[in-house]
């Protein structure tokens, strides 16, 4: 078992055939991914070709991730939560100027990443929207979105199989509003 601490992330490959377990060990947080193909860190995890494809914007079991190449990255097996975000992006120093009025330092998923990333040649301008593992978006009538806390309690967890070569970033999510206001850590396995 892996552990990513309270607002901070890690980065990883992950093999064709494994499996990778994101875990909420406490509840109530959430997890950040993006996904890059290990051969052409070209093709990376697209939000849009995702919904597209498994027309919905709710992606859980029994969906596939797919990538801006309309390739199969990953495909989720199991999700004992059921509720995932592929709307919005990776917070960054801008949301917390812009969304929370603060202009002092606050970690966030967007450097989590690539800060983590960095070891496989992924700059900044390379992180996509992130796949919100755990993430409780709700939307109006009007398509007017807000973020509540997750649904998540405790152990619920996410599994995933590799449907190529990857590499992998994923966080434990420092936006306040994202994790009804507290930040706790993600687990994670990698399993053959």
């Known amino acids: 078992m892996q552990i990513i601490e309270k607002q901070s992330g ?3 490959k992950l093999k064709k055939g494994q499996l990778l377990k994101v875990i909420d060990p406490q509840g109530k947080q959430v997890s950040d991914m993006v996904l890059f193909n290990t051969d052409d860190k070209r093709e990376k995890i697209s939000s849009g070709k995702t919904m597209d494809y498994e027309e919905s914007i709710l ?4 969906n596939y991730i797919w990538s801006n190449r309309s390739n199969k990255m990953m495909e989720i097996l199991e999700d004992t939560n059921g509720r995932n975000d592929f709307l919005l992006a990776p917070c960054s120093p801008e949301t917390f100027k812009i969304m929370y009025k603060n202009d002092k330092y606050h970690p966030s998923c967007f450097e989590n990443l690539y800060t983590n990333l960095e070891k496989f040649d992924i700059e900044p301008d390379d992180i996509p929207t992130a796949f919100n593992i755990f993430m409780n978006v709700q939307f109006d009538k009007y398509g007017k979105i807000s973020v509540k806390p997750p649904k998540t309690k405790a152990g619920d967890y996410i599994l995933f199989e590799a449907r190529m070569d990857l590499i992998v970033g994923l966080t ?3 936006a306040e509003d994202s994790n009804g206001g507290s930040f706790k850590p993600i687990h994670y396995e990698i399993l053959d």
């Open 10 to 12: 890690e980065a990883f």
């Open 59 to 62: 992606i859980s079991k029994a």
């Open 172 to 174: 434990a999510c420092s």
